[in-house]
């Protein structure tokens, strides 16, 4: 591998792990561009980095872009590997998740269960790839309501994790997306075991420090809101803040996630002055990080703005929509 393009993928991580997405996008199509040069545009090398191509792409709400490329790496590895091949599946999988991005629930669902069916035949019904696809096929169906079904998968998932090695964070993650199924259903009872685990398992795996423990203080959070217990609530989404800040900085995706998170809570107990400070706050990072196509930024727009109707500021309102209606 040439040098140029180690230096490309070092600045590619660095920018990426700080949440610096729209800036990594270019070096990423130069970092790709070089190795087609390199290993030639048929190649299976080539295809891996136009998977990472599409996730970036994905990331930063460009599914056009994101579906290209996903689309030219699963020719390519038809070619090279054939499309009984693992390597084939995941591209698939990956295809679908940006379907189940734009909302094309028939497409998406078509490659989930593409991809989990190569699994089934070339790595097996007990291996985390195919867990992997159908978490990723319960998330669809928790998209589109079908929670019993989704609830379903990601027990299979689970036992299929749970088999295999000892409950790290990849078991949480699996105990979360359950947990999030049975929350759409009104089953707080059962919600809250399976969350209290999750996070147990992070903070023995990763640390209390870790995005993935916040990730769990988040989903606890998100449980007590669904209940009205909107103090407890606070608390978890601002531990969860917190960590995000230290771990990524202010000017990460998750961080806006997080503050957006806590402007619902302030909004439902009516505290309206600091419910638009954590929106807007949002809404800046998201501006400035994922840019104005991205549908994070747009929802939070949307969110700003019913605040700001609710709330009488009508001048603040005509403001955002006009913004919006410049895009």
Same mark, same amino acid.
Request: no cysteine.
């Given at each position: ?19 610096? =997405? ?9 970092? #790709?561009?070089?190795? *087609? ?7 299976? /090398? ?9 996730? =970036?792409?994905?990331? /930063? ?24 091949? &693992?390597? !084939?599946?995941?591209?698939?999988n990956n295809l679908a998740g940006t379907y189940r991005l734009i909302g094309d629930y028939s497409k998406a669902e078509f490659f989930f269960l593409d991809a989990i069916e190569i699994y089934a035949k070339t790595v097996g019904r007990e291996h985390f790839l195919y867990a992997s696809g159908l978490n990723n096929l319960g998330l669809l169906y928790q998209d589109m309501r079908r929670y019993e079904e989704a609830a379903q998968l990601h027990r299979e998932a689970l036992e299929i994790i749970r ?9 949480? /993650? ?18 809250? &075991? ?17 995005? =993935? ?11 007590? !809101?669904?209940?009205?217990? !909107? ?14 800040? +230290? ?5 990460? &995706?998750? !961080? ?8 619902? $809570?302030?909004? *439902?107990? #009516? ?26 930024? $747009?929802?939070?727009?949307? /969110?700003?703005?019913?605040?700001? +109707? ?12 006009? *913004?919006?209606?410049?895009?």
């Open positions: 591998m040439s040098k140029e393009l180690d230096e490309l993928k070092a600045q590619i991580s660095e920018l990426s792990k700080h949440g610096r =997405l729209k800036e990594a996008g270019p070096l990423l199509e130069q970092a #790709a561009e070089l190795t *087609r040069q390199e290993y030639g545009d048929e190649s299976a /090398t080539y295809a891996a980095i136009l998977n990472e191509v599409g996730g =970036l792409y994905r990331a /930063t709400g460009e599914h056009t872009e994101s579906e290209q490329a996903f689309l030219k790496a699963k020719d390519i590895l038809a070619k090279t590997s054939g499309k009984e091949h &693992p390597d !084939y599946a995941t591209t698939v088999s295999q090695a000892e409950k790290g964070s990849s078991y949480a /993650t699996s105990l979360n997306n359950l947990a999030s199924s049975l929350r759409a259903m009104g089953r707080y009872a059962d919600v809250e &075991p399976l969350l209290e685990e999750a996070l147990e398992i992070y903070e023995s795996t990763v640390g209390k420090k870790h995005p =993935l423990y916040a990730l769990g203080l988040n989903n606890l959070a998100s449980l007590d !809101y669904s209940m009205g217990n !909107y103090k407890n609530a606070e608390l978890l989404y601002l531990e969860a803040l917190d960590i995000i800040a +230290e771990f990524f900085g202010e000017e990460h &995706p998750d !961080y806006a996630s997080a503050t957006a998170n806590l402007g619902l $809570i302030y909004e *439902r107990i #009516a505290d309206y002055a600091r419910a638009e400070e954590y929106y807007s706050r949002a809404l800046e990072i998201r501006r400035r990080v994922l840019g104005e196509d991205h549908p994070a930024y $747009i929802h939070s727009l949307s /969110t700003l703005v019913q605040l700001y +109707e609710r709330t009488g500021k009508f001048d603040k309102s005509e403001e955002l929509r006009a *913004r919006s209606n410049r895009q």
